[in-house]
């Protein structure tokens, strides 16, 4: 007696409606905000890591994951560079391990694209600061611009601050 009455409740269909699909809608938009606030931008910063990776040439000063700032004295092949630390000192890096760019050597067209565009990370002044390190002087120090009087920033106005 009991054992009909169990099969004959499970026996009764559930009726589906357009409301199961709407209990998936929240988890698809966490997807998206997850796929567009960080896995989309962790592929581009990846690819632009292994682009710079791959331009690396003789004579460009990188940094090293460990923060090691060297000189490319050699490209060994297409995974290890030769770094050069210091005068006379060399070693050999594996190419992902170099996390920047510091300076990059400048032959024809790089040095003309450093001109147009001084914010792509190629150095127009280095051989300026190799000339001053190489003479046993200290690099020149660069003043910040002086700013003109009576100016005043775009914050200082919201946050009420001191004009300049």
């Known amino acids: 007696m009991f054992v009909s009455t ?13 409301d199961s699909l709407l209990q ?6 966490v997807f998206a905000v997850f796929y567009f606030l960080l ?11 292994r682009e710079m990776i791959a331009g690396i040439r003789r004579g460009d000063r990188v940094v090293t ?6 000189t490319v004295s050699k490209v060994v092949d297409d995974n290890e560079v030769q770094v050069e630390i210091a005068e006379g000192v ?3 890096v ?21 001109a147009k565009e001084p914010g792509k990370g190629v150095a127009v002044k280095a051989a300026n600061d190799g000339a001053s390190e190489a003479s ?8 910040p611009p002086a700013k003109p009087a009576g100016r005043t920033s775009r ?7 001191k004009t300049d």
């Not at 050597?105 to 040095?111: E, N, V």
């Not at 046993?136 to 003043?143: D, F, L, N, R």
């Open 6 to 18: 169990a099969f004959a409740q499970d026996a009764a269909p559930a009726a589906t409606s357009p």
């Open 24 to 29: 998936l809608a929240p988890l698809v938009l």
């Open 39 to 49: 896995i989309r931008p962790q592929q581009k910063k990846m690819k632009q890591h």
């Open 65 to 70: 994951g460990g923060g090691i700032i060297g």
């Open 90 to 92: 060399r070693v050999r």
């Open 94 to 114: 594996q190419r992902p391990a170099i996390s920047a760019i510091v300076t990059r050597t400048g032959t024809g067209s790089d040095a003309k694209d450093a």
């Open 136 to 143: 046993g002087g200290e690099p020149a120090s660069e003043a």
């Open 155 to 161: 914050f200082s106005k919201i946050l009420g601050g």
